[in-house]
């Protein structure tokens, strides 16, 4: 069946390193994917989206690269804040539309002074 | 705006209630979802609803029905509550066009 999935379930990081969260999928024709990112407590929040016909994308001290031929996307947070710690999730649609998403079990993100 | 909000925040229950799962969103959104988070994992899709009057089935449809009341709300109902229930459950909404859900505060569900 379609799968996503992240390769790391923990990731330590000093305040101030670039981090960087991966995630494989089985999906070759899902037509974009998202990374959310989970505060303790609180319901996911987007963070950024990259189309499947684009290679990379740059938001707020977040990039995201998709690699089509491995079946890779990567999240980069750059300068990373103790804010960043929470688990981070990338997720892809069914197929069938309307917006259905198969998410990955996440990557909790922990941020050291 | 509030976005989307999610009724009760806690509840337990004994195997074998019932209980509804309340959400609603005022983004004037056509699309909701349902979804279960249990320890560890990754969010799944129960239900979900593209439009007002429409409702179907997801990854994990067995043991719940919803209700799209109106374009704002969409309930969830567990008939029979087993502890295989036992979960945080979210309500997330989106806007036509958009790849951008926008998720509530979560229902923690504890079934003994």
């Known amino acids: 069946g379609e799968s996503v999935g992240l390769h790391l379930p923990t990731l330590s990081v000093q305040e101030g390193d670039n981090s960087i969260i991966n995630c494989a999928y089985s999906?070759?024709?899902?037509?974009?994917f998202i990374w959310y990112k989970q505060e303790s407590g609180k319901g996911p929040q987007f963070i950024i989206d990259?189309?499947?016909?684009?290679d990379k994308r740059q938001g707020q001290r977040v990039t995201v690269l998709l690699n089509k031929t491995v079946k890779h996307l990567s999240l980069q947070i750059a300068a990373t804040q103790p804010g960043d710690s929470a688990v981070y999730f990338c997720?892809?649609?069914?197929?069938?539309?309307?917006?259905?998403?198969?998410f990955g079990a996440g990557t909790r993100l922990a941020v050291h002074p | 705006n509030a976005g989307v909000t999610q009724t009760p925040k806690f509840q337990v229950l004994k195997t074998g209630q019932s209980m509804t799962l309340q959400c609603a969103q005022d983004?004037?959104?056509?699309?909701m979802y349902w979804y279960r988070q249990d320890p560890g994992m990754g969010l799944r899709l129960i239900y979900y609803?593209?439009?007002?009057?429409?409702?179907d089935k997801g990854e994990v449809p067995n043991g719940y029905n919803v209700s799209r009341l109106n374009k704002r709300e969409f309930s969830l109902r567990l008939e029979s509550a087993a502890p295989s229930q036992t979960s945080v459950y979210f309500c997330?909404?989106?806007?036509?066009?958009?790849?951008?859900?926008?998720f509530g505060p979560g229902t923690r569900l504890t079934v003994t």
């Open positions: 983004m004037n959104h056509n699309s």
């Open positions: 999906n070759s024709a899902s037509d974009y």
């Open positions: 609803s593209a439009s007002e009057g429409t409702t």
């Open positions: 990259i189309r499947s016909n684009m």
């Open positions: 997330a909404s989106i806007w036509t066009g958009s790849n951008e859900q926008y």
């Open positions: 997720a892809g649609p069914f197929s069938g539309g309307y917006n259905k998403l198969i």
